[in-house]
């Protein structure tokens, strides 16, 4: 009469073992939402975003994180690989980088753990809403290419998105840009301005300037618009002595200067 009892105290210790199982729960859900996001001091400050997930094991079996994808470079997950015993909790430290945007954000992520035998991960949303009550369209004056005694143009277009008046009290250029604002200068809620620039090409090569604005509003400090562009001589040749760049390909108001001295990339096999 041993022999069934024996069997069936290994077949509960047996069902036992299968449904030991870990399971993940994000606490407050699967999106993580930091609302309206007002971007002061400087319509080109660059934002960057964080906040903590927290997640629990509410499973019996201990819960592993195996990795997090993101959607894109602009998200940097910070996680433990170390076991989450069941009932506990850990966090997932999230930054994300909005650079420059502005407007409604969305991101995504994947956790991946061991409580998902079907390895589909868990999808979590990243969002913002980053409002900047002044945006610059484009954010850099990018000049064309011009000859030696040739002028070059370009605008930049400064939108008040704000529901009150925005006012500039003088935008200053530099080293030879000339633009066709002085200020003082009233853009109207939702309304904009156009600043015209132009350049005179003295010599060849490769010029940069900026244009500094002084706003009335205590939350902005005084700002830099950055200017870029290049000279050829009257030949139209560029001094081989200067550094080729693109001006269009400037980001987040600065362009990044190749280094002459740097070796050259190694060719591909």
């Known amino acids: 009469m041993r022999t069934p009892i024996v069997l069936i105290a290994c077949l509960l210790i047996a069902a036992g073992a299968v449904y030991a199982q870990p399971k993940m729960e994000i606490i407050g859900g699967e ?15 660059m934002v960057t975003l964080d906040t903590n997930l927290t ?19 602009c998200t940097t997950p910070k996680y433990t690989t170390a076991p989450i015993k069941p009932g506990q909790t850990a966090k997932i430290h999230v930054g994300l980088n909005a650079a420059l945007a502005s407007g409604e954000l969305t991101k995504t992520m994947t956790i991946y753990a ?11 949303y990243l969002k ?3 409002f900047r009550p002044i945006t610059l369209t484009p954010q850099t004056f990018n000049f064309p290419e011009i000859k030696v005694g040739e002028t ?23 080293k030879g840009l000339k633009i066709d604002q002085r200020g003082p200068v009233s853009i109207a809620a939702g309304d904009s301005v156009v600043i015209h620039g132009t350049y005179l090409g003295k010599e060849r090569g490769y010029w940069s300037a900026n244009v500094v604005v002084e706003a009335a509003d205590p939350d902005f400090p ?9 000279v050829k ?15 269009s390909k400037a980001k987040n108001g600065k362009i990044e200067i190749p280094n002459p001295n740097a070796p050259a990339p190694a060719k591909k096999k």
């Open 31 to 45: 999106t993580c939402d930091w609302g309206r996001v007002t971007v002061k001091e400087n319509p080109l400050k």
């Open 55 to 73: 997640i629990k094991n509410t499973g019996n079996k201990d819960l592993i994180i195996d990795t997090i994808k993101v959607g894109c470079g």
């Open 114 to 124: 061991n409580d998902d035998p079907s390895k589909m991960g868990r999808l979590v």
């Open 128 to 130: 913002a809403n980053l």
């Open 152 to 174: 070059s143009k370009f605008s930049v277009t400064m939108k008040n998105n704000d529901a009150k008046p925005f006012t500039v009290e003088r935008f200053l250029a530099t």
């Open 222 to 230: 005084p700002f830099e618009i950055s200017a870029y562009g290049q």
């Open 233 to 247: 001589d009257e030949a139209g040749i560029v001094d081989p002595s200067v550094i080729q760049i693109d001006p």
